[in-house]
């Protein structure tokens, strides 16, 4: 085994001392194997945290729910005709609800009394298991199968704008806000923007 690692040596020796378009060939394989491996390294980095990011993703506080729903609400009022600058904040009532996939299981047991021949009595009793369906996850840990994310409830709007004397314009920005909340117009605050 060692003469004929020897022996290879001497041959990978050689070919290095000749020609320098082999060597010149071999040196840039060498770098671009090293290359694909260091790209597949950091492209799984990559893959964890963006899973990672969209796995908390959902998870905002209420506060940085409502500052998104702020930021897109202001973007929309900011083109209604009239309106000119806006400023906009939004409260909320509660905080996301997660709804997971659950397997439920109904037992039923029933007994019956006889009187001779008769029934006299007659009872079911009925009992449910529930149990969350778990799923492997790409992290491979086991986790509640998510279904759906309801977003918080928006508790109240207010809404400053330089066009809020005008009451078409008063209007429009509450029929905006109102059907993008489906909340109702007592919950909407318009006031002149100073």
Same mark, same amino acid.
């Given at each position: 085994?060692?003469?004929?690692v020897l022996g290879f040596w001497k041959?990978?020796?050689?070919?290095?001392?000749?020609d320098k378009?082999?060597?010149?060939?071999?040196v840039l394989g060498v770098i671009?194997?090293?290359?694909?491996?260091s790209s597949s390294f950091f492209s799984k980095n990559e893959k964890n945290k963006q899973q990672q990011t969209s796995e908390t993703g959902a998870?905002?506080?209420?506060?940085?729910?409502?500052?998104?729903?702020?930021?897109?609400?202001?973007?929309?009022l900011g083109s209604i005709e009239g309106v000119g600058d806006v400023k906009v904040m939004v409260t909320v009532e509660s905080s996301a609800e997660y709804v997971y996939a659950k397997e439920e299981k109904t037992t039923t047991d029933s007994t019956k009394d006889y009187d001779g021949e008769t029934a006299k009595k007659f009872q079911e009793k009925n009992?449910?298991?529930?149990?969350?369906?778990? +799923?492997?996850?790409?992290?491979?840990?086991r986790q509640a199968l998510l279904v759906s994310v309801v977003e918080p409830k928006?508790?109240?709007?207010? +809404?400053?704008?330089?066009?809020a004397d005008n009451k078409? +314009?008063?209007?429009?920005?509450?029929?905006? +806000?109102?059907?993008?909340?489906?909340i109702n117009s007592n919950r909407v605050c318009i006031a002149r923007l100073a």
């Amino acid at each position: 085994m060692g003469s004929y690692v020897l022996g290879f040596w001497k041959k990978l020796k050689g070919m290095f001392q000749g020609d320098k378009k082999v060597t010149a060939i071999v040196v840039l394989g060498v770098i671009g194997i090293v290359l694909i491996a260091s790209s597949s390294f950091f492209s799984k980095n990559e893959k964890n945290k963006q899973q990672q990011t969209s796995e908390t993703g959902a998870n905002l506080s209420n506060d940085e729910y409502a500052a998104a729903v702020e930021k897109k609400l202001t973007e929309i009022l900011g083109s209604i005709e009239g309106v000119g600058d806006v400023k906009v904040m939004v409260t909320v009532e509660s905080s996301a609800e997660y709804v997971y996939a659950k397997e439920e299981k109904t037992t039923t047991d029933s007994t019956k009394d006889y009187d001779g021949e008769t029934a006299k009595k007659f009872q079911e009793k009925n009992s449910t298991d529930q149990t969350y369906l778990l +799923v492997d996850s790409p992290t491979g840990k086991r986790q509640a199968l998510l279904v759906s994310v309801v977003e918080p409830k928006i508790q109240g709007v207010i +809404v400053a704008c330089q066009g809020a004397d005008n009451k078409i +314009v008063e209007e429009k920005v509450v029929r905006a +806000v109102t059907t993008a909340f489906h909340i109702n117009s007592n919950r909407v605050c318009i006031a002149r923007l100073a």
